[in-house]
């Protein structure tokens, strides 16, 4: 299984914040940095505020050698899907061919107001995302010298250059996720190259992931052809009293983390990545609420990641 670092930054985190845990995790072997993407904190006051996910990304793949870089995941209601085509080409450029673009309908609505973000019905959020999905991957594979047209219900595009390309060939991956039992799978089957199941148990991925191989199968596509990942919040300490200081750092209990995430001795993440692993998981996003422990960071690089691959 191949293990990620996940960041919340909207919950009070700087670029530099952000710098160090993807230098930490780049160092202590983890396949990706991958952080959100919203603009208003969801506890606490954020201080010092929100950082863009695509400016943030960008900075990153000038400062960074190896490790992944993606979001997990940027709402279709934040960009102009031709535009974040061209943004996420161009990081791709920046970071040598290090991105991952994942996707989303968007969810939160008090960050719309907050910013002055439109915030449709869920019913044409997702008929946006779909018609973004079509147009990111459409002005992608447009192959050079050709154009590009598309006409949906919410966008209109008319002889694109779509230009420029990413460096990946044929494109960044792009993530679909979400716990919906008919219209993420669906998505997930037609325009993505991984799934993911957010903040799950091992029952409830392995439900959602045969969703998308059903839904793979409707629409003609080798299941086996698609990656199936999950995020987990992760709290792991060598003792008792680590794991009840890393647990308090979250705002939240060890009880209830041990209940619904991955908390424990390394030995015990292990476990539990083993049992995400048995119900079909191929990559992990760890959640890391504490953007200044890079121990945190370390540990489960020295502890943990060895025994996932």
């Known amino acids: 299984m191949r293990a990620r670092v996940f960041v919340e930054p909207q919950m009070g985190g700087t670029y530099e914040q952000q710098l160090e845990v993807a230098r930490t995790a780049e160092n202590a072997g983890f396949d990706a940095f991958f952080r959100s993407d919203h603009y208003l904190t969801m506890a606490g006051d954020g201080l010092p505020g929100p950082t863009d996910s695509w400016v943030t ?120 996720g979400g716990l919906g039992p008919k219209r993420t799978p669906d998505l997930a089957a037609r325009f993505a190259t991984e799934y993911n199941a957010p903040f799950v148990n091992p029952a409830d991925a392995s439900k959602q992931f045969g969703l998308v191989r059903e839904a793979c199968e409707r629409a003609g596509r080798n299941p086996s052809g698609l990656t199936y990942s999950f995020a987990t919040t ?51 996003y760890l959640q890391v609420l504490d953007m200044d422990d890079l121990d945190h960071i370390r540990l489960l690089g020295d502890d943990v990641l060895p025994h996932t691959y």
């Open 57 to 176: 990304l960008a900075g990153l793949a000038r400062e960074t050698t190896n490790i992944k870089l993606g979001t997990l995941l940027t709402s279709a209601t934040f960009r102009l899907p031709g535009l974040l085509a061209i943004s996420v080409a161009e990081v791709d450029a920046m970071s040598g061919g290090r991105v991952e673009l994942g996707l989303g309908a968007g969810w939160f609505d008090a960050e719309h107001t907050a910013y002055g973000v439109p915030f449709p019905s869920t019913k044409e959020r997702f008929e946006r995302l779909e018609e973004q999905l079509e147009i990111i991957t459409g002005l992608w594979g447009t192959p050079v010298g050709s154009t590009f047209t598309f006409e949906g219900r919410h966008y209109q595009l008319k002889d694109s250059p779509a230009l420029p390309k990413p460096v990946q060939s044929p494109h960044p991956p792009v993530i679909v």
């Open 234 to 284: 992760i709290c792991c300490g060598v003792n008792d009293a680590e794991l009840e200081r890393r647990a308090s750092k979250t705002g939240q209990s060890l009880e209830n983390l041990r209940a619904y995430a991955t908390a424990g001795t390394p030995q015990q993440v292990v476990d539990r990545l083993a049992e995400f692993s048995n119900a079909g998981a191929e990559v992990a």
